[in-house]
């Protein structure tokens, strides 16, 4: 399939907030794309399919040029980067699939709070509220007569407003009231450099929601960098004020993921993995369960699958001492 790169056409959500990720100028249109004003800078970034690709080639794992032409090799590659326009899959075999998909590959929420929960605080808390969806894949939220979204990705093809990298993202100081990030920052190179930019971005009192992965084992690859402990994540935010924090995903679940990338590891045809992960996702299906009993139990937090955070900018951070303070775990006892 063959990209078209359409500078002429009109970016969707474009707005004065848009900077230049590398200098943070402020871009202009122009026939060959979105230019920077800087005159020491002047970089043009294209548009593809009316999606301004904003990325700041010289601190990426990423290029500009991955989202203009299929390459293979070098990159995120097409295997990353959907291109937009190819067609889902279709036919009675097609939704028998998915349907076995929705039936096994699911997770069950034993947590207290969530993105929406988010959305709907900011929106009543706010009579006007701007939300950035990181990583949005193609999640979208209910729509708020007083909220507008921004939708960004690294993936080129599941409707973001814009492609753009969490390291450097092309919006100017104080542009957004809110930020959700489901599990993006274990997909990052520099997690703490990553809060920064949702810091810069965010208002004065603005709020954030996180998902990161704590027992989990890789997954995307090579696109897989970190995980947080409860405590790691609280002070991955330690520049905000905790309205909310727990955990994302119970024991169960992550011993569920355990288990099914132990069964993995003895096999390496695409096709045996395939069928090997579905037997596992069918063999631990009950045990998901068990997190809806495990999510009330204190001490869930040090064997959590993953955790997550709310809170609000904050003008002073919290001290690492401090930080100890919000250990919510039962600190295993070692005798002689």
């Known amino acids: 399939m063959q990209l078209r790169v359409s500078p002429a056409a009109p970016p969707r959500a474009l707005s004065d907030s848009l900077v230049c990720p590398r200098c943070r100028a402020p871009l202009i249109g122009r026939e060959t794309g979105l230019a920077c004003t800087a005159p020491q800078c002047g970089r043009v970034y294209p548009i593809v399919d009316g999606t301004p690709i904003l990325i700041h080639d010289e601190n990426s794992v990423f290029a500009v040029a991955d989202f203009t032409a299929r390459r293979g090799g070098e990159g995120a590659g097409p295997e990353t980067i959907k291109l937009r326009g190819e067609a889902p899959a279709r036919g009675l075999k097609a939704a028998l699939r998915r349907a076995a998909e929705r039936a096994i590959y699911f997770s069950v929420n ?13 929106a009543r ?91 989990q084992q890789v997954h995307m690859g090579r696109y897989d960098f970190t995980r947080f402990t409860f405590l790691g994540h609280r002070r991955l935010f330690r520049h905000f004020t905790e309205i909310k924090a727990g ?48 999510a009330k139990r204190e001490g869930s937090l040090d064997a959590a699958g993953g955790v997550y955070f709310f809170g609000t900018k904050a003008e002073q951070p919290i001290s690492d001492r401090d930080l100890l303070k919000f250990y919510r775990g039962l600190d295993v006892v070692y005798e002689d």
């Not at 930020?179 to 809060?195: F, G, M, S, T």
């Not at 288990?259 to 993995?273: C, D, K, N, P």
């Open 110 to 122: 034993a947590s207290d709070w969530s993105s929406e929960k988010s959305v709907d605080y900011v």
């Open 247 to 294: 955990m994302a995903l119970g024991p169960a679940g992550a011993l569920a993921w355990s288990f099914e990338y132990f069964v993995l590891s003895f096999f390496r045809g695409r096709r045996a993995r395939k069928y090997a992960r579905a037997a596992a996702k069918v063999a631990t299906l009950p045990l998901k369960y068990l997190d809806r009993v495990l």
């Open 125 to 215: 808390a706010l009579p006007e509220a701007r939300i950035l969806v990181t990583g949005a894949g193609d999640k979208r939220y209910p729509d708020l007569p007083n909220v507008r979204y921004v939708y960004t990705d690294v993936i080129l093809g599941q409707g973001a407003d814009h492609v753009c990298d969490l390291h450097d993202l092309p919006f100017a100081d104080a542009t957004f009231d809110a930020v959700i990030a489901v599990a993006v920052l274990e997909h990052v190179a520099d997690p703490y450099r990553c809060v920064a930019e949702i810091a810069r971005v965010l208002k004065p009192g603005g709020y954030v929601y996180s998902v990161t992965p704590f027992m």
